[in-house]
């Protein structure tokens, strides 16, 4: 019987894999769906990013969410541009991921810059859910130049507020600003500038953001290693969760543009995803 359901979650791996090399297609999803459902017997499938990195996929909240992304229905634009700048990476140059969720984008990076000395990926996810499968998929792919950090990062050290949704463990902000964020957890923050002082040697060429409203205080918490590596920023504008905070689009732009930085704006869907290239 284990060798029977052993071999099916083979073949469910194998036809998850054939899928992430087809563009998107409707229905593609559904199929993606029901091959983790029914040949995953209960355990998570792998499946193979367009980098050749793999997750884990299970038919749990963190799978559901990360399937789009692997079936390129989700920020296939933001996917591409990423590992078009993570190509253009030299030995010893490092990547920032604040808000990595179960490692989608810091996967992928720390697979590309693996043979490279010296250069890592540094993780940063507060969410332990989340965190938990960040660290499974790193696992996954043997990936030692991961820094997997369980903490927030914002502009101030301490211990704040999560907020998370029970029911979609891979989420949260640090304020309630949606009405389902009703769980808490208290967690770590560190500025991006004063962890990195534990990492002198390491050159920050790429960082991207998605931390639920907190980007500029993650970037002024970053000022120096800005003005110092000027690195290419991901990130996507939420007007909603920037207000929560107490702060706009427009200010947060500003932030940049004052450091030297220009914007590429991607196609617009529910948020607007934004490249910050310095000058």
């Known amino acids: 019987m284990g060798e029977k359901l052993n071999l099916r979650r083979r073949i ?52 559901h969410a990360l399937l789009p992304y692997c079936i390129g229905k989700y920020e296939h634009e933001f996917t591409q541009l990423f590992l078009r700048f993570l190509r253009q990476l030299g030995p010893g140059e490092c990547v920032v991921d604040l808000g990595a969720n179960v490692g989608y984008y810091a996967v992928m990076a720390a697979w590309q810059l693996r043979h490279f000395e010296g250069s890592l990926v540094f993780a940063f996810e507060p969410n332990p859910h989340a965190f938990k499968h960040l660290r499974s998929n790193k696992t996954l792919n043997g990936l030692n130049n991961l820094v997997a950090v369980q903490q927030a990062v914002g502009n101030q050290t301490g211990w704040i507020t999560l907020y998370i949704n029970p029911n979609g463990i891979t989420f949260g902000s640090l304020q309630p600003y949606l009405s389902h964020l009703v769980e808490q957890c208290e967690v770590q923050m560190t500025t991006l500038d004063e962890f990195l002082s534990q990492y002198p040697m390491s050159r920050i060429g ?53 450091l030297g930085y220009r914007f590429h704006l991607m196609k617009p869907t529910d948020v607007q995803n934004v490249v910050a290239l310095p000058g």
């Open 12 to 63: 469910g791996s194998v036809i998850l894999d054939g899928l992430s090399y087809l563009p998107y297609f409707k229905g593609k999803g559904l199929l993606a769906l029901w091959t983790v459902r029914w040949l995953g017997g209960g355990a998570p499938l792998t499946m193979r990013l367009p980098n050749g990195s793999r997750v884990w996929i299970g038919n749990d909240q963190a799978g």
């Open 206 to 258: 790429l960082i991207k953001m998605d931390i639920e409203g907190a980007e500029l205080l993650a970037l002024q918490g970053a000022k120096k290693t800005l003005e110092k590596f000027r690195p290419v920023i991901f990130y996507e504008e939420n007007e909603a969760a920037y207000n929560a905070f107490g702060y706009t689009v427009a200010e947060l732009r500003s932030f940049l543009q004052e």
